[in-house]
C-alpha cells in the first residue's frame, strides 16, 4: 500500500502544480505524507457534503477540481464552513489535494474530459500552452462534432450527455443553424470569447456565460456570423475530469501494483438546486421579432 506522499508524486507528475495559474491555489490542503492510501475520492468541490461522503466511504485522500482556499486565511475553526471542512477530514485522517488549473490545461485535461462526456473528436486547444513544443496542451479544446446538429439539438443532446443539474443548457443563436465545429471550456468560459471568435468554430460550450460578455460575443461583426453559445453548468462541465481523473490514477496504481480503490462522488455540487421556466411571453427575437 502506498503511502500519501507517493500518490502525491503520481498526481503532481499528472497535473503539475508549476503549470497552475499564479493566482491559484492548487496542492495538497492537509495530510500526513506518511500515511498510508488505500482509497481515494475526486471530487469538484471540497463543500461539507463530499467530506462527509469521504468519510462514509473510508476515504484517506479526496482529490477535488476546486481550491478549498484561494486565498490566506487566519482560521480554521470548525465554527467557519471551511474550517469544518479541515476538521472533519483531520479528524477522520483524510488528506485533501487540488488539482485546478493545472488540470485545466494538462494533456489530458478537464476540456478533453468534457468533450469526451460529448462524443467530441479534439482537434487540439483552444488557447495553446506556448510552452509545449507538442502543442497539445492548454485552455479549452476546439473540436468536431462526429455528425452535424442544429444548435437546438445539440442543445438537447449537451443536456442529455451532460450530469443533470437544475440548469441544464441554455443556448444563445438561431436554434436551426448547423453546428460542425465547437469549442469547449470546463468552468467559467466568458474570458475566452475572442479565442473562440479567432478558432471559427460553429458554437461554444462552457458554463457561467453573464448577460454583457455573451450578449456581446452574440453580435455579428463584419461578414464573421457569431458563434452560437452553449452555458451549462459550471459543475456539470467539470465533473467528466473526476472519472478521467480517477482512470488515470487506477493506471499509475496499476503500474506500481498499489492496490488502490478509486471512487468517483455523484454527489451533484451545483449550487444552483432549482429551475423554473419562464411562462413564455415573447418569440425570440431571431424567429419573428413580435411579440405576443
Ligand atoms: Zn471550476
Not at 259 to 283: K, Y
Request: proline letters at 8%; glycine letters at 8%; hydrophobic letters at 40%.
Amino acid at each position: 500500500m502506498p503511502v500519501l506522499s507517493e500518490v502525491l508524486t503520481a498526481l503532481d507528475a499528472l497535473w503539475p502544480p508549476e503549470r497552475a495559474e499564479g493566482w491559484d491555489a492548487v496542492g495538497t490542503v492537509c495530510g500526513d505524507p506518511d500515511a498510508e492510501v488505500r482509497r481515494v475520492l475526486f471530487a469538484v468541490d471540497p463543500v461539507q457534503e463530499i467530506a462527509d461522503e469521504a468519510v462514509r466511504l473510508g476515504a484517506d485522500l479526496l482529490v477535488t477540481h476546486h481550491p478549498l482556499y484561494l486565498r490566506g486565511t487566519t482560521t480554521v475553526a470548525a465554527s467557519t464552513f471551511k474550517g469544518k471542512v479541515v476538521h472533519t477530514l483531520i479528524k477522520h485522517d483524510i488528506a485533501l489535494h487540488v488539482a485546478h488549473t493545472n488540470a485545466d490545461t494538462a494533456d489530458p485535461g478537464v476540456s478533453d474530459a468534457l468533450a469526451g462526456a460529448l462524443d467530441l473528436r479534439v482537434l487540439g486547444p483552444l488557447v495553446p500552452d506556448p510552452s509545449d513544443p507538442a502543442g497539445r496542451r492548454g485552455l479549452g479544446r476546439i473540436c468536431e462534432l462526429t455528425h452535424p446538429m442544429t444548435l437546438a439539438e445539440f442543445a438537447s443532446y449537451a443536456a442529455a450527455h451532460l450530469p443533470a443539474t437544475a440548469q441544464g443548457i441554455r443556448a444563445a443563436g438561431d436554434p436551426d443553424r448547423e453546428i460542425r465545429t465547437v469549442a469547449v471550456s470546463g468552468g467559467s468560459g466568458d474570458s475566452l470569447f475572442d479565442d473562440v471568435r479567432a478558432a471559427g468554430v460553429d458554437a461554444f460550450l462552457t458554463a457561467d456565460l453573464r448577460h454583457h460578455p455573451a450578449s456581446e460575443a452574440t453580435q455579428t461583426t463584419g461578414r464573421t456570423s457569431p458563434p452560437a453559445l452553449l452555458d451549462a453548468a459550471h459543475w456539470a462541465t467539470e465533473w467528466p475530469w473526476c472519472e478521467q481523473a480517477a482512470a488515470q490514477l487506477d493506471a499509475v496504481s496499476d503500474r506500481h501494483d498499489w492496490g488502490l480503490r478509486t471512487h468517483v462522488s455523484r454527489t451533484v455540487t451545483d449550487p444552483w438546486t432549482a429551475h423554473a421556466a419562464s411562462t413564455p411571453i415573447f418569440t425570440p427575437t431571431h424567429t419573428t421579432g413580435a411579440p405576443r
